[in-house]
């Protein structure tokens, strides 16, 4: 297959008619990825035979299981004789930096807003990255079938949003389309919510707008090759894959390019194999030219931000930033009792190599030594993306000790600065109370208070980061499951001060062994349990949170003594409360600055830092 040379248009630059490079950007389940399935069934991708699995660009087990996008991916369509090449990006903010080389990629987004939950904080952080670029952006009103839709306050929350980040006239002259993902349809009339007779068949109308507001990809004719790398993939047959935006020129397979590296250096090779995407699978092709994305084989220590370029001509395009970090946590062997039990991989030196093969395909991430060879700081945006790296290594066969999380500060004139996120939090009114009075504790600062008068209230908070660290599992506690809470980096301000820490202790046992039911059923009268009967604990190991303050050394493998005498109470039945189990994204928020979570392919436990109880004492002593 070969790409044809794209066509001047007028004066000026030359344009790809034939071709437009968008993203899809919004909150987290405002509907992405259910659209991009919409749009892909139908421009024909699937046969009439074919089975058709939901969230079709959601490909990681991962992301099925938890229901959200973690990696940016592309896909095309072919409509009205134009491809769209059409980027899925994640919606949770942890995974920002997919967000940010994502729109390296693109000349356009279409910002879907939920027709009923509105704006949220990572719809502002998209937003202000694309208005950044000066890119031209699409508002999609979405699901607008839901019963509880309120569009045209959407819409004017939208525009407030646009202003708010300082827009030009011309960005504030953008198209709105009104659809549902879901059921495939589309529609330019405001009136659709309540017509159904407005709505249409199919998604058409946003094709249409797509086409007329994203530009064609310009480029300079004649201009020497010039193709930057945003993102990589592997293929077991070919290797490594550099995933490319072609900026200037045509690239071709077979034929040398030269390869300018991150550190400065330029080393001329070889382009392997080159393919496009249509549709949902990479097809090969022998050449592509400027506004094409590309996967590039053959440059197996090729890295995010790298330029190829022309092998007699090499200019190297500048590399791909994303914000800093804001939290950091501690991940290093497993070094509790119970170590070699479950996982395949022990060692430091598979865990830094793991760790090291992440950073290349992950910009947003850090790794640094610390005092300990077996032990290294990990920095990323949020306890999500630390939880998913951490999940993804278990599954892989990794035991390890991962630390309390703590936020990434940095000094500014001499001060210390901490990062600062943006909340935004949907509550019934009943809770507004506890909700405000978690957040006051937290240091957190109200910026916005609306009553939709539906019997919700949403809130707009700004927190310390550090103060949001094991606050979800509260705010879930104290609204009884009924709460929705989101947020966003804002920036960096002065510290501020001393956040209370876990008010309640920990229950640690004091020896190694089967945790029984008779010692449990004296125990759970001051404390809620975290393990079952039967389960191996040793020194150390966390099995309960104390109902009061400071940990409480417990005897959890204690049995009951047996003599020959029949007690009149033997017979009488003692009702055991069911443990809690927490996953490893609540097991991180749970733990205090000296406990640390074991974590192996089967098990998630919780340790105190140092197991010896002795041990603990020195080093509280030594901190205070």
């Known amino acids: 297959m070969h790409v044809d040379t794209p066509h001047l248009t007028g004066h000026g630059p030359a344009r790809r008619d034939d071709l437009r490079n968008l993203a899809i950007v919004a909150h987290v389940d405002h509907g992405k990825t259910t659209l991009v399935d919409s749009l892909l069934k139908q421009a024909g991708t699937f046969s009439a035979h074919e089975s058709i699995a939901e969230r079709v660009m959601d490909s990681n087990d991962l992301e099925r299981e938890k229901g959200i996008t973690i990696l940016a991916k592309n896909t095309s369509v072919r409509w009205g004789g134009v491809t769209l090449n059409i980027v899925d990006t994640p919606g949770h903010a942890d995974f920002g930096g997919e967000v940010e080389r994502a729109l390296t990629m693109v000349d356009g987004i279409v910002l879907l807003v939920d027709a009923a939950e509105g704006p949220l904080p990572q719809t502002r952080f998209v937003l202000r990255k694309a208005l950044g670029y000066d890119m031209p952006v699409i508002l999609v009103i979405n699901k607008i079938d839901r019963p509880d839709a309120r569009v045209k306050e959407v819409v004017d929350e939208a525009y407030e949003l646009f202003m708010d980040l300082d827009a030009s006239d011309e960005q504030l002259d953008f198209p709105i389309v009104y659809c549902s993902g879901r059921d495939g349809w589309a529609s330019l009339d405001e009136n659709t919510a309540h017509d159904e007779s407005l709505r249409g068949d199919s998604l058409a109308p946003l094709c249409d707008v797509i086409l ?313 009268d001051r404390a809620t349990m975290m393990v079952g009967p039967g389960t191996i604990v040793y020194q150390g190991m966390i099995v309960g949170e104390n109902s009061r303050a400071g940990d409480m050394d417990v005897n959890i493998c204690r049995e009951k003594k047996l003599t020959n005498m029949r007690a009149s109470s033997s017979d009488e039945t003692v009702k055991l409360t069911p443990h809690r189990v927490l996953s490893l994204e609540h097991a991180l928020e749970f733990i205090a600055a000296d406990e640390c979570v074991e974590v192996t392919p089967k098990h998630i436990r919780l340790r105190k830092v140092f197991l010896d109880p002795h041990d603990r004492v020195k080093a509280a002593r030594a901190a205070n």
Not at 334 to 348: H, I, Q, R, V
Request: proline share 6%; with cysteine; hydrophobic share 40%.
């Open 212 to 524: 007329d507001t994203i530009p064609s990809p310009a480029y300079t004719p004649d201009a020497p090759l010039q193709a930057w790398v945003t993102n990589l993939d592997a293929n077991q047959y070919v290797g490594r894959l550099a995933l490319c935006r072609v900026i200037e020129g045509t690239i071709e397979k077979g034929k040398q390019v030269a390869w300018c590296r991150l550190d400065g250096t330029i080393q001329r090779t070889k382009v392997a194999e080159l393919f496009l995407t249509e549709q949902l699978t990479r097809v090969p092709v022998d050449s592509a030219g400027p506004g094409d994305l590309v996967a590039v084989a053959g440059i197996e220590e090729i890295t995010i931000g790298e330029t190829l370029a022309d092998a007699e001509n090499p200019v190297p395009l500048p590399r791909i930033t994303v914000d800093e970090p804001a939290l950091s946590m501690t991940i290093g062997i497993n070094t509790s009792p119970l170590a070699g039990k479950d996982g395949s991989k022990m060692t430091a030196r598979l865990v830094k190599n793991r760790l090291d093969a992440e950073l290349v395909g992950n910009v947003s991430l850090r790794v640094n030594p610390t005092d300990r060879p077996d032990a290294w700081e990990v920095q990323a945006r949020g306890e999500l993306q630390l939880a998913v790296l951490i999940e993804n290594m278990r599954r892989e066969g990794f035991e390890l000790t991962v630390g309390k999380p703590e936020v990434v500060t940095k000094d500014v004139d001499g001060k210390r600065h901490e990062p600062v996120e943006r909340v935004t939090i949907d509550v019934p009114e009943e809770h507004l109370g506890a909700v405000t009075q978690l957040l006051a504790q937290r240091k957190g600062r109200m910026e916005n208070m609306v009553n939709h008068g539906l019997g919700w209230v949403r809130l707009e908070y700004l927190v310390p980061a550090r103060g949001l660290i094991g606050f979800r599992t509260e705010f879930l506690t104290e609204t009884r499951g009924t709460g929705v809470v989101s947020h966003i980096f804002e920036g960096y301000e002065p510290w501020h001060g001393d956040i209370r820490a876990r008010e309640r202790g920990s229950l640690v046992a004091d020896r190694q062994g089967p945790a029984t039911t008779y010692a449990m059923i004296n125990l759970q």
